[in-house]
């Protein structure tokens, strides 16, 4: 099993910045890629970055050049930095981990973001 706990939402104007972090526990040893997902009201879970445990790194375009994800493998962390933050941001941001050797998706509680006009 693994855990996963994110942080650092919040409420922030447009143009603004936020910094989410997500903490893992449990077998991390069997963790893969680690993701960033957002869902928006109404809307679908859609995946915003990803980091392999080398350091790959995926955005989505609606987030590229603004968003950066990153990842302490020492810490077992990873953090999504969100830079010029527009209302179409506004979403809960959910943390997943995915284990190709057990074929599972976990996913963390979620933090909400804001951002206003």
């Known amino acids: 099993q693994v855990q996963l706990v994110e942080s650092g939402g919040g409420m922030v104007q447009a143009g603004g910045s936020l910094r989410l972090s997500c903490a893992a526990s449990?077998?991390?040893?069997?963790?893969?890629?680690i993701a960033w997902y957002r869902q928006a009201p109404g809307k679908q879970r859609e995946s915003v970055a990803t980091i392999t445990y080398g350091g790959s790194t995926n955005y989505a375009d609606s987030v590229k050049g603004r968003f950066t994800i990153s990842r302490d493998n020492a810490k077992n962390t990873v953090d999504l930095q969100m830079t010029n933050l527009k209302p179409e941001d506004t979403a809960v941001y959910y943390c997943?981990?995915?284990?190709?050797?057990?074929?599972?998706?976990?996913w963390g509680q979620g933090t909400l973001v804001t951002v206003s006009s």
């Open positions: 997943n981990a995915h284990s190709q050797m057990y074929g599972l998706d976990y």
């Open positions: 449990g077998s991390i040893f069997s963790i893969n890629t």
